[in-house]
T-cell receptor
């Protein structure tokens, strides 16, 4: 079945760039997503990329997609302490139709040190 | 708009007790979901409802039941709680047709002793 894998933890210094990586298995996913979970809260959609794109930039966020290797990454430039959160990669599973169903990775906890 | 609301925020149960987690959304979304979140395991789908009147099992449905009471409300019931059900439970509703955005509630932190 479909699977989404992420490393569990990343620690960076404030002002550095952060790169969070994800691998997925379903090559039919039309869109791939990044969600952010702040402490004590539910997830919120951060950004997404269409599967025929290699890169998407949105202010400090850059999403890179390598479809051949089924690898997705999220780069955060000039990381701030407010970026400390858990970041989830997600894909739409094959055959999910109009349900809006997503498969989430385990989540990467980003720790930003001042 | 309140978005997605969940009650209660915290709950402690003894093994064998039952309870219902409530979820409501005011965004007129068709699809709603229940997840559990455990450390190192991410979000796992328990049940979902693609539309009013339908429910389907997700990845980890054992020990749970759901009711889609109307378009707004989707409840999760634990009939006989077990310590393995200690977790944080999230409800979500979904907007979209091509790009899917899930809107999450604030979560219910459940401890089963």
């Amino acid at each position: 079945g479909e699977d989404v894998e992420q490393s569990l933890f990343l620690s960076v210094r404030e002002g550095d760039s952060s790169v969070i990586n994800c691998t997925y298995t379903d090559s039919s996913s039309t869109y791939l997503y990044w969600y952010k979970q702040e402490p004590g809260a539910g997830l919120q959609l951060l950004t997404y990329i269409f599967s025929n794109m290699d890169m998407k930039q949105d202010q400090r966020l850059t999403v890179l997609l390598n479809k051949k290797d089924k690898h997705l990454s999220l780069r955060i430039a000039d990381t701030q302490t407010g970026d400390s959160a858990i970041y989830f990669c997600a894909e739409t599973p094959h055959g999910s139709g109009n349900t809006g169903k997503l498969i989430f990775g385990q989540g990467t906890t980003l720790q930003v040190k001042p | 708009n309140a978005g997605v609301t969940q009650t209660p925020k915290f709950q402690v149960l003894k093994t064998g007790q039952s309870m219902t987690l409530q979820c409501a959304q005011d965004m007129n979304h068709n699809s709603m979901y229940w997840y559990r979140q455990d450390p190192g395991m991410g979000l796992r789908l328990i049940y979902y409802s693609a539309s009013e009147g339908t429910t389907d099992k997700g990845e980890v449905p054992n020990g749970y039941n759901v009711s889609r009471l109307n378009k707004r409300e989707f409840s999760l019931r634990l009939e006989s709680a077990a310590p393995s059900q200690t977790s944080v439970y999230f409800c979500a509703s979904v907007r979209g047709s091509v790009i899917w955005e899930q809107f999450f509630g604030p979560g219910t932190r459940l401890t089963v002793l």
